[in-house]
Each structure stands twice: as C-alpha cells, then as structure tokens.
C-alpha cells in the first residue's frame, strides 16, 4: 500500500466451518505503516465469535514508516450458522481506524462426514474458447455415518466462469454410497486459471477440490502478456477483475484494489471513476482527475455490500486522455441469511443458486468455507 495510514495484507479473513466448543487454528493479518511518519497502535480488537491470539503487533506498539507486525485470529463459534464478526485496529493518529471482515460458520459436531475421490484436478493445456475432455471425481459417504443432504455443486473463485460441472448426485446420500461429478474446462482467459469446485451439504468440513488448468492461446479481451488491461493512452489496469468472496446481506465483502499505472511516456490525466452494477462501490479513490507522470500509479479501492442474495456482475470504468480506461469486472455474490438448520437445494451450475427454505449452514452461507480452502490448509485444535 501507497499513501498514507496503515497496509493491510488482507481486508477479510474466512474461516470455514468449525464446530462449537472447538477453536480454529489462528490466521494472521499483517500491519504495515504506509505513512511518512512513525504511527503508534493504541488498540487492537475483535468483535464477535473472534479472538486475538498472538501476532507481534500489540496495543503501544510504534511502527516506524515501512515497518510491519503481524496480529492473529481465532475462530471459536457460539453459535451454528453463519458467523461475522470484525477485527478494528486504532492508532494515536489522527486517521480513521483499520478494520478487517471476518466471517466463519459455526457447525454442529453431529454432522455426517463426506469425502472426494481427489482433492485437485489438473487439466491439459486448451486453447481460449475450446473445451477440454471431462474429468470425473466421486463424492462418497462412509458406512456408519449420517445421510449426507446436499445443497447443490459449484465452481467458485477468480476463474469460475472456465470450469463448468455435471453430475448425478442428488439431493441426499445414504452411508456407504457415492456419486459422480464431471468437470469441464473452457477458458475465457489465457494463462493459469484456478478454481474451486465445491459442495454444499450438511457434512462436517469443507468438501472441495482444486481445479487448475492453462489455456494456451493469446491473452484476450485486450490484456497484455503480463494480465493487465491497456488502452491507447498508455493507463494500465493491474487485473481485468477483481472477484469478492461471497458475504451476507447487510455486510461488506471486505476491499479489493485495482492499480492504474501510466504505462506512457508522458504524463497523462485520469478522468472521473465510476463503478456501476451490481451492489459495488468505490471506498477510496486516488485516481479521479488526477495526472499520472509516466510510470506513476494510483489505486482504487472497491467493497461489496449485498442487499440481496445471488451472483452479480458490475463494472469499474474510468475516463483518460487518449481513451477510456478498460473495463475493470466486478463479481461477487450476495449470502442469504438462513435461519435453520436444514438445507435448500441449489442448481448445479457454475455459480450456485441462492435462497430458499435453507439452513443455517445453507448453500451460500458455505461460500465462505470454500473460499478459506483457496487461501490455507484447515487446521483445528480442541478447546472454547
């Protein structure tokens, strides 16, 4: 992070699903002083079914400028069903505090048990538009344990959107059976695409596997070899799409940035930004009406705040001598609270379908399960 205040190497954490009376292994935030003077940490806080457990940052703490501590979290639910909470960060100085998006399930430790046949699918190399040959991966359920009642199979993360499934799982599984689930790629994108492919279900655990393929032709909708999209003024967007974890109604899906950096040899000036579509909008904005010196950056900060349930779609537009910057895409999708501990079926699409009479740990809400596999390996230690 450039300017001023603190740096955070994350603005959300997900914890997955973890039962009552248990404790999550901790996941750490990173705290950096962006600023040109020394800043000192005053108070450092988390809200809701959520503990500090450790770090080297700590209440008194002075960070010079460019230095970093690190602070820890735990996970430890109250309650079953989807769980927020946030982790605040103040200092001495006059700038507004620093908070982080936490969000977790609690479950219940009753709970069938699943497993897939892998937990990763590679596929071969495939040109842009093309589709692969199908990959198959059995879901199963154990002798002696509970009926496993599934909520629906999807693909989420970044590069969703080139991996598509088929399967003959229905709604519930009885101990000792199992189904199949076929998956497809079609890239969108060149380079490496990575994904998740995820089940919904009452099962203890996050039930998931890694999907990676590599699409071989030429980078498209006008991006450069390294990923970025330009335009003829010479201002580079650092991603085609900034893609949010899945987040609950009346919530934020915590910030993501998008970097513009004067790629000219001359200075050139940044038009109004405007992010339209969808439930987005732009937190912190560094970059309208303002000239770029060539090689200059600025970055734009946008957050997620559903006030519905389902995938949206939205878009991060900029004007600029010379063009307008390239669409940035902004994906998300909205969590519907569920009250329940049952669960609602979702169809089995690349994104799954929200809503419903669902439970406490429904479709969407597991979203947030999911999304914690692409990020770490689960770890979990006895204990409240």
Known sequence: MTGTGLGLSSHNLHFGLEPIGSVTAPQAITVTNGSATTVTLSTIGAAGDYRVAGGSCAAGNALAPTAACTIAVEFAPQA???????????????????????????????????????????????????????????????????????????????????????????????????????????????????????????????????????????????????????????IVASTPELSFDPVGGGSTGGSLDAVL??????????G????????FRITADHCSNLTLASGASCTVTVD?????????SGQLTAAAAGGAIPVVRLEAAGVAPQPTAALSTATVSGTPSGGGGGGAIGPWALLLSAAALLRRGRGRRPGA
């Open 304 to 312: 997620f705040a559903p006030q519905s349930s389902g995938a949206q």
């Open 261 to 270: 950096t004067n790629t000219s040899t001359s200075a050139s000036a940044v």
């Open 272 to 279: 109004a930004i405007q992010a339209s579509g969808g439930d």
């Open 80 to 234: 079953t069903g989807w769980r927020t909470g946030r982790l605040s960060i103040a200092t001495t100085a006059a700038m507004a505090p620093s908070t982080i998006s936490l969000q977790g399930i609690g479950g219940s430790a009753t709970a069938p048990t699943a497993s897939l046949s892998t937990q990763a699918l590679t596929f071969a190399a495939t040109p842009v538009g093309r589709v692969s040959g199908a990959q198959a991966i059995v879901l199963a359920v154990p002798a002696g344990s509970a009926s496993l009642t599934l909520g629906g199979v999807a693909v989420i993360g970044a590069a969703r959107k080139d991996f598509t499934v088929s399967t003959n799982c229905g709604s519930t599984l009885q101990q000792g059976s199992a189904c199949v689930i076929n998956v497809s790629f079609a890239p969108t994108l060149g380079g490496n695409r990575r994904a998740l492919l995820w089940v919904a279900s009452n099962a203890t655990g996050v039930v998931a596997a890694v999907l990676d393929g590599t699409a071989t032709a030429a980078p498209s909708m006008g991006t450069t070899p390294s990923g970025t999209a330009a335009n003829s003024g010479g």
